[in-house]
């Protein structure tokens, strides 16, 4: 049995989702007393936390006094991906004030990418973002013990295992600090402020370079006795598939992937089986040719290195909407792959949605429909009966968001 | 953030699951003040829950009463399962006080099953197992609402759909009664009193006439939106496989269950291929004939009916254990299913154990021994860094173990 949180929690989150709220509304809102309601508006205002806002319109009787939380009030939100940094100083009702983001690569290890993560939020500190922080929350694209505020044997990030991360950030910040899953914060901002607003239970879906899952149960992030639950890119959907980063064979994540899908559309584009492809790769390698040979460019010599020609995703899903079927193809297939291991976690967890995000989730309506089609079909009926199967609404948002989210309440739960 | 649970509450349970206990101890372990406890002590006495029981032995100072559960608490406690109906009759402490196994087929429908089920408990009263009971706990093999207290769209129960069972349990025995699914008690129960005592996140896999899995997480059993999470046996493991009574091809348990194996047993005894079941299927014809031709038995003529000649799980399991190649294969292959399944939900979900019960639980180390190495081979190293794949301590009684513990959760709930 779980019994409803504190009172001065349900208050600042309230203020913090929904803005300005009158004390009368508050105290029926909560459900609380009014002499309970000004005891915990009293010790908030003392605080710094709150605000009094104006007057509310009337409702009859007296007018009474709007709250906020305290314009003063500031978060840093981080979100670090296997190649990039992404920033949002916020403001209490997690509105950004400032953002920046720049590509960093996560294996140059904790000091060189923490010092630059210091490095930025001291600068939005100059540029007036805010004058001292109440919470810094952070996304890891590794496992991580949240207790700990560590990252736990993350496999793309050495140097990471057990460095902590939490303390530093908070002896730096001089503020509280909270660490988790990148997924996981994932989750947590689309619950928020995206398609899964006051969803208690489901499934986020990241697909990019890798393949994780955010798991939100009984409104509430499950991360494991270990902090690797929702680690699915290493399921095995294909005992004959590819071999794995990791050293297994036919993992999720070597068979559709940002990685697996880009390799895939090289090879056809090479051999020509996909023509809009092969246009492209034809168009990339006449720029990069012409590039090279432009004054300032690499000279045309023959120690000028091999330029690096990538066909990406966003090239597979544009090749789809012309109607390539090799395009579609691939696409198809990958979410034949996708909705095979959604099919299976449908059945044990049983959750009322699933949102697909991470950039892969840019192939749109063609991956979807594939995801959905298979699951629909392979899950209990009883467990799809009403399932909505959705893209991210919040995008390239939802890490720094869930970090956001997660900060204020470490905040708010230590005031 | 969950609050910890009412202090009446945590008296009960601590009485119950650890028997007799001192005032003053129960004070210290609850972290309940003096005066806080002795009111809440008072509480229960009055309402007839708990009861004084001698002094404790002296701890220095002075000695202190014993408090108890009332001697006089009953609970009920109800598991049916496809083809049968078992239920203790428990103290306040969960001891069985009264025990009834009979066969039932759960098809036969509610009225006449709960009939049967009311019939035994009247019986047990007459018996004196008795006077009133303070709640009946019950479990059902196929998804339920917990909230509602009914069965839904369960699909081996026909007419069960929706079935007021909890209402029309609680009204004939005046008392709050408790639904839920049968792998769901089972894995509750094995929490209580087996193998994964004190455990908060581990997987209950029920491996009988059909697969399922209780999936207890955080310290409490997840349900999901519909009341069918832990439902595995139809997840897709061959898609050329056989076609399931799902309508589906290749589910889990068309693969392995002790109808799977039966069937595959019965052919490898036609067949000769293992010598063990062939001489088992020999001695059963055998054995059948003769009660035929006896005095009373079908007579010689057209008209008998064929016997049903059946090889079963034991006749496997006993010839695993004499070295019959066949029956290892048997049990190894429905274990690599199994464990594949499994490794994709570790992966997922982190457990920190997994028991394995049911009938074919009896196959033993061989089937552990292979559904470990497949979970241990497949999933990620960090999930299964530390983690106990074990058989089920308390076998054909975890299911009634476990709605013992529902019962008087409710009950004490309700107090």
Redesign the interface.
Known sequence: ??????PH?RVLRLLRDEGPVSRAELGDRLELTRPRLLAEVERLVAAGLIAEAGMAASRGGRRSTLVELHPRLRFAAVDLGASSIDIEVTNGRLEPVATYREPADIRSGPRQILLRVNELLHKARTDGAYDRLDAVGIGVPG?VSFRDGVP??PPIMPGWDRYPVRELLAREHGCPAVVDNDVNIMAIGERHGGVAHSVD?FLFVKIGTGIG?G?H??GTV???????????G???VDPNGPVCSCG?TGCLEALFSGFALAREALAAARSGESPALADRLAAYQAAANQAAEEPGGAGPDGDRPEPVITITARDVADGAAEGDVTCIRLIREGGRRVG??L???V??????MIVIGGGLALLGHVLLAEIRSVVY??S????T?NLPVVLSELGSRAGVTGAAVLASDTAF?QA
């Not at 209990?380 to 467990?383: Q, T």
């Open positions: 049995m779980h019994v409803a949180d504190a929690l496992p736990v044997s239970d899952c798991i149960l009984g499950y991360r494991g006795v270990d902090g690797c639950a929702g680690d699915i290493h399921i095995q297994n095979g291991v099919a299976t976690l059945s044990f967890s049983n959750p009322s079909r392979r209990l009926p009883l467990a009966g739960e």
